[in-house]
């Protein structure tokens, strides 16, 4: 294996599992993460339980997609992968910029968000190359 196939298969099996921690983390304590938006009280904002457990399973499907699939499904993973990072980055930007969320509470979730772009890129970068 190449140097760029070993990067791109650490990058991506990386964001796999970046992807089942936070997804399951959504599926299992949607509070903690509700708290981290500055909701004092996540009970009561039953909305955002059903959001972050409804997202959490599917991101932990697709983290699993990273890990598991190979050829043709795998390309398609990995070329939808930089999308949803990047945009999720964008939403943070555009929570913080619109005043809804504090810098203080942005900058994580744009570390995260940010660090998960780069590995989605590096990951279907990677792949296209070692073709």
Do not use: C, W
């Not at 697709?62 to 795998?74: F, M, T, V």
């Amino acid at each position: 294996m190449s140097a760029i196939a070993t990067i791109g298969t650490t990058a991506r099996y990386a964001l796999g599992g970046v992807r089942i921690i936070a997804g399951t983390t959504g599926l299992l304590a949607p509070a903690m993460i509700i708290s981290r938006f500055g909701d004092g009280n996540p009970a009561a904002n039953p909305a955002a339980i059903y959001g972050l457990r409804l997202f959490g399973i599917r991101t932990v499907f697709i983290g699993l997609d990273l890990i598991r699939l190979h050829g043709r499904d795998l390309d398609r993973a990995l070329r939808a992968a930089p999308i949803i990072h990047a945009s999720d980055t964008a939403t943070v930007l555009a929570l913080q910029r619109n005043k809804q969320l504090s810098p203080e509470r942005a900058r994580p979730l744009l570390l995260i968000s940010g660090l998960n772009t780069v590995l989605a890129v590096t990951a279907y970068l990677a792949a296209r190359r070692s073709r």
